[in-house]
Nanobody, 124 residues
Framework: QVQLVESGGGLVQTGASLRLSCAAS????????MGWFRQAPGKEHEFVAA????????YYADSVKERFTISKDNAKNTVYLQMNSLKPEDSAVYYC?????????????????WGRGTQVSVSS
């Protein structure tokens, strides 16, 4: 089993920055990639960003490119999401996912473990 704990959410104003963290513990030797998804009230879950653990290759949703940066700390089994120039439409619960294998990183169903989420609220 793998446990994921997200942190770093909060209430900020438009244009502000936040950094989310997600620490993985347990059977992390199988870690292949980690990703961030979000869900706003009344909306479907949405892919935000992902990073492959060995190569460090990163992928972003078009809506967050050039504003958000995903990074990792291998020694801490932790993934980060630096969010800059936040907009009200970024308000959502952000979830961290752990993926053991496979090339598909944009679909929630391809991830094996999830954190409980952290709330990000951006006021206008």
């Amino acid at each position: 089993q793998v446990q994921l704990v997200e942190s770093g959410g909060g209430l900020v104003q438009t244009g502000a920055s936040l950094r989310l963290s997600c620490a993985a513990s347990g059977r992390t030797s199988s870690l292949h990639a980690m990703g961030w998804f979000r869900q706003a009230p009344g909306k479907e879950h949405e892919f935000v960003a992902a990073i492959y653990w060995l190569s460090g290759a990163t992928y972003y949703a078009d809506s967050v490119k050039e504003r958000f940066t995903i990074s990792k700390d291998n020694a801490k089994n932790t993934v980060y999401l630096q969010m800059n120039s936040l907009k009200p439409e970024d308000s959502a619960v952000y979830y961290c996912g752990f993926k053991r294998a496979g090339p598909v990183i944009y679909a929630m169903g391809s991830y094996d473990y999830w954190g409980r989420g952290t709330q990000v609220s951006v006021s206008s």
